[in-house]
């Protein structure tokens, strides 16, 4: 009786064992789906110290906007239960082609590159902003622009984005801005969806080299008196930070 009493409590501690071991065992899988599941975006500012972008209304080089936007939409991106990654810090020099490779060997859902916009020279003159050098325009030329690469493996979802963003932008009341499909040198891009400002745009390095959905927005223009003003009002920032992320979010949610 005690021998089968303690042959009983073996196997039960066996069991238990095993059962205890079981539900480690998948409480441990069910952690690292959840991180697997978190989905890999990466924010891209566009341009470096070096290589400041586009110079404003305001003497401001575009550096500065979009390294700006892309700060504060870290954290909405975050809370929305996706893992984050920022190709550059705010004074950090990176090629083109780094940006896209941290994009493919993360393996990200999706790549978006943040810019702000000028126009060609045709359309500005230079003027000053206090003791600052600045452009601006000779007639309005505002609103937002899309890109996409018809050279990425992942164009389709990338127009899938391209156009959640688009309409997100457009709840904002922003217009897009259709000046880089004029017939001009410098610009003549074949414009994809004119109503949500979707451009394509073959050779963008950022576009071309990664191997996950990529976008590039250009915000706004900020050359353009009127626009600058737009994308600078920290309240208009926070209405196009929701934009992007809820953009984001649809897309996350779509498979
Ligand atoms: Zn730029």
Redesign the pocket.
Known sequence: MKRTCRIASWIFSINLFFLLAGSLHSAAASAKEDVAAAPIIVIDA??TKSHP??LGVKGIY?LEY?DNLVTKLVKPLADAGMKVILTKQPDQEISLEKRAEIANSNQANLFLSI???SAQPVYLEQTKFGNLAAYKTKQPIAGFSIFISGKNPQFKKSEEFAELLGEELLKLGRKPALHHAENIAGENRPLLNERLGIYQFDDLIVLKKTTVPAVLL?VGVIVDEADEKYVSDKDNQQRIVDAISNAIQRFNSTK
């Open positions: 566009g341009h972008g586009a575009e979009n810019h702000h916009d250009e």
